[in-house]
């Protein structure tokens, strides 16, 4: 592993030097952090605290075409649109986004590999950045393995000390990073990453929440299938979707044919985030729903991230990021209504 | 690059037939891939069908895996897609992705009897099993088809049933009575307890409604079938296939890679949400 010491001045110079890569960085608008492609080094600052969206959307967009089609007479050409993407770096992703990656990779793999996914997944390299102090008072990332300075799925960790940052090379593609802008970085004296875990380990402890023995949910789920504590936690949902559509696990989508001109017959076959919390997700053609109400649709959301997810990849679908905490207009607490699934009949 | 797994391959539609008119039209397409393709199939394997323009939906293949000539939908009209699959003429081109699905496990019952039990489009699925089975008799033991719809017009292959008589015992009914209707008046499980297949060295494989499966398996629990001498297939909606878009599971099970074959020793297991 190659450690390192950049300046915080000099993360301007060392973008510059990266001009090959198209780069990502949190930027404001408005009031929220959202990750934009950056033009000018100069505006990346990594002071935010979390963005509304996570990175996912910039290997998972919300709206992708899949597909062209074009018809005339009885023939029918199909292009898949699967240009070559351009090599990407994301700055500031924080470390339960980059986890929360590692787990859609779950879903994108295996045997029917996604090539949308992994042309973007592939090209881009990821610097996360420690989170000194948590950015959400509703992060629980310690709860489900995680921690504010977590390398998985990082390629680089950055871990802000003041006037400079302490960097962690954790792949060949960080290294590779690491020596487009070489001059830039000196070796680290030990006192620096003393001063990172000194950081980190304060940083852990102003988390301020978490699910205690969430270990035991996943057997406890099952037995809860069909209990009536789903009607009760969900009777204030306005099924708005918020929680599914910035959680950075999440992965379901819909796939839908949008035409172009009808005759001739052009069009392209997309693919749009979906939500689990939507009625119509699971509604037959013919009507049928097996999913019909939200107390089903709210069973699933959380036996899916702690229940099934687990059971066929052995991870927690959920890196405690916060964000459906914090934006649900309803008040739905994912910790709060794990804390009573654990309690549940006890 | 490894091949695109959203990409359809296209296939001209070589003949239609239409199988039951009315309010609940089905339809039977007969198709050929447009080039050379390597699709190859199990019994019980779905593809995924595109109508461009109107989007794709996930359909059981009704022919053998042993005819190589064309593949075979039966098709219920009732979304979009299928709707337009209706409008469609032969030489018309769709897309055919797949195959997709688990398949029922024929090679685990080389030497068993094997009863068919099907209710309206429920035979679609089946017929490929059926078709294989009869073109490999010598493999399996005796071979019974019970099979029903609502009126005698809702029946699908009926001129493929009256040939079937000759090769298989075929037990069909209809809901109601009608005039000059010889056979079994009433419903599917009625008809089953009605002709009492034996448990013994066999195997039963229902599809239709799902009300009627409820009830075609408490029909032969009561005749001693055990759990997993039953199989049964799971419809739910899809859009993926590929176990990725997240809506057709039954608890861990994503019913388009895991299904849509479930014994009912596997499927009783899984929550009861389908």
Known sequence: MMEKILGKKSLPQWIRKLSSYKIYAPAKEGELWNFKVIDRP???????SQTALSPKKIIFPQREVLLEFNSNENEVE????????????????????????????????????????WKRRKATALVGLACTPPPSENCFCLSVDGSPYSKDGLDILMTDLGDRYFLESLTEKGNELIKAGRELFQEPKASDKKEAEKIWAESAKKIKRQVKELKKIPAKLKGMFE?????????????CGICTYLCPTCHCFDINDEIVSSSPLKGERVRTWDNCQFPDFTMHSSGHNPRPDRASRLRQRIFHKFQYFVERYQNFQCTGCGRCVSKCPVRIDIIEVLDKVRDYGS | ????????????IIEVKEEVGG??????FRTQFVSQNDFSFRCGQCAMLSVFGKGESMISISSSPLVKDYLQFSILKM????????????GDIIGVRGPYGNGFPMEQWKGKNIIFVGGGIGLAPI????????????????LMLIYGARTSKDLVFKQELEELRQKMAVHLSIDVGEPGWKEFVGFVPQNVTDKKPSPKNAISITCGPPIMIKFVIKALKDLGFEDAQIYTTVENKMKCGIGKC???????????????????????KLPQEY
């Not at chain 2, 490894?2 to 296209?10: F, K, R, T």
């Not at chain 2, 979304?79 to 032969?90: C, D, F, I």
């Open chain 1, 227 to 239: 209990s009536p504590f789903w009607d009760e936690e969900s009777l204030s949902c306005i099924r």
């Open chain 2, 79 to 90: 979304g979009r897609v299928t709707s337009a699959l209706h409008e469609m003429q032969v």
């Open chain 2, 23 to 28: 309010a609940r039209p089905i339809k039977t």
């Open chain 2, 246 to 268: 997240g809506r057709c599971n039954i608890g861990l099970h994503y019913v388009c890679k895991d299904g849509p074959v479930y014994s009912w020793a596997e499927l009783k």
């Open chain 2, 1 to 12: 690059m490894a091949h695109n797994v959203y990409l359809p391959s296209l296939a001209r």
């Open chain 1, 42 to 48: 100069e505006s990346v600052e990594l002071d935010f």
């Open chain 2, 127 to 142: 017929w490929s099993v059926l078709n294989t089975a009869l073109a490999r008799k010598e493999e399996f033991g005796d």
């Open chain 1, 78 to 117: 199909v292009r898949q649109i699967l240009s070559d993407e351009k090599p990407s770096v994301i700055f500031g992703v924080r470390p339960c986004d980059a986890r929360a990656l590692t787990l859609t990779d779950k879903v994108f793999g295996g045997d029917f590999e996604d090539p949308y996914y």
